[in-house]
């Protein structure tokens, strides 16, 4: 998942050292990332959704996705639909078809990804979240 850069470093008595630091596409390490990733998939669990198949759900057009990040901004502010959302396990299609003008099949197709950028919004996962780029 990360890209790593191999360097060798001459130390002063010339020995040749390797380090390895993280691509600077990588985000930085969080430290309690671990722990942050158990309470998520827990909480994604709870949705019927894997986070082990996060990128396999996950659409592959970068617009798309951005597209759904700014939708799972705006519906974690929408109170209905995150009361239907917690108490359904699901998301209220026609709701937000009709609250944010998106089209059915958008919505039903990415759902489950949907759901777990939700999530991501109304939770305090930070890491995860610069881990997902979200």
């Not at 890209?3 to 309690?32: F, G, M, S």
């Not at 722990?35 to 959704?49: D, M």
């Not at 777990?116 to 109304?122: E, V």
Request: charged fraction near 25%.
């Amino acid at each position: 998942m990360f890209k790593w850069l191999h360097i060798r470093k001459k130390t002063e008595n010339n020995k040749v050292n390797k380090e390895t630091i993280p691509n600077e596409k990588a985000p930085p390490p969080v430290p309690n990332l671990e722990n942050e990733i158990v309470a998520y998939q827990e909480l994604l669990s709870y949705y019927g959704i894997s986070f082990t198949k996060l990128p396999n759900i996950s659409p592959t057009s970068q617009d798309t996705k951005e597209i759904l990040i700014d939708m799972a901004r705006k519906i974690s502010r929408e109170e209905h639909i995150m009361k239907t959302l917690q108490l359904q396990k699901t998301l209220p299609l026609t709701d937000i078809v009709e609250t944010f003008s998106v089209s059915k099949r958008l919505v039903k197709k990415n759902s489950q990804y949907l759901i777990a950028i939700t999530l991501l919004q109304i939770e305090q996962y930070a890491g995860v979240r610069k881990f997902m780029r979200v």
